[in-house]
């Protein structure tokens, strides 16, 4: 069965720093789909990145981008600059081979604190 | 703005009532998913609809119900309420099985 960890169940960061979210998982699978989704208070699901497994390159998107090492089955956030706007849950999620739907994280709550 | 609109945005009702969610999909999109969010349970994918025909299933209780209409909308039936079934309850929209999920606003569901 495929699994996703997110160890880190609360997390803050001064406004205009870095801050890493964690995930884990496991699988068997060799092609797979990575998203990192944010819940801002209102609890709207939002996309954040999207990485597909069999691209090396690390996806990128403006202030956010991932580090996803497969070997480690490991696929972190990295938030740059970081705004109030940011403060939210974070869930990594993925779309494994045997089927279309998301599994999801447990979820990061992070607080952007000015 | 997904483009994925669900009604009604809070529903209330009572242990053993039946309720009825609506979704309806980004314009183009073939694909509907539903997911239950709740304290204990997190995100969890309930059913996926593809083009009217049921695609997979998860771990969606016998008490519950989905559809996928004609013009692509889809609904999801909930029976014999239980306290347990208090949840946030989200349709997702795409249109190829892996592509990005879209996710509407969520139906905010209480149980009393």
């Known amino acids: 069965a495929q699994t996703v960890t997110q160890s880190q169940p609360e997390m803050s960061v001064q406004e205009a720093e870095t801050v890493t979210l964690s995930c884990t998982y496991d699988?068997?699978?060799?092609?797979?789909?990575l998203f990192w989704y944010k819940q801002p208070p209102s609890r709207q699901m939002i996309l954040v990145i999207r990485q597909e497994a069999y691209k090396q390159q690390n996806a990128t998107e403006n202030r956010f981008s991932v580090n996803f090492q497969k070997a480690a089955k490991s696929f972190s956030l990295k938030i740059s600059d970081s705004q109030l706007g940011d403060t939210a849950m974070y869930f990594c999620a993925f779309i494994f081979n045997a089927g279309n739907m998301l599994t999801f994280g447990g979820g990061t709550r992070l607080m952007v604190k000015p | 703005d997904s483009g994925v609109t669900q009604t009604p945005k809070h529903l209330i009702t009572a242990t053993g009532q039946r309720v009825t969610l609506r979704c309806s999909p980004r314009s183009g999109d073939l694909s509907v998913y539903w997911y239950q969010q709740s304290l204990d349970q997190g995100l969890q994918f309930l059913i996926q609809y593809y083009n009217g025909e049921e695609r997979a299933k998860g771990n969606i209780l016998e008490r519950f119900s989905a559809q996928q209409f004609p013009d692509l909308h889809s609904e999801l039936n909930l029976s014999s309420l239980e306290l347990g079934d208090s949840a946030l309850y989200f349709c997702?929209?795409?249109?190829?099985?892996?592509?990005?999920?879209?996710f509407g606003p969520g139906t905010r569901l209480t149980v009393l």
């Open positions: 997702a929209s795409n249109r190829l099985d892996v592509d990005t999920q879209y």
């Open positions: 699988t068997s699978e060799n092609n797979y789909y």
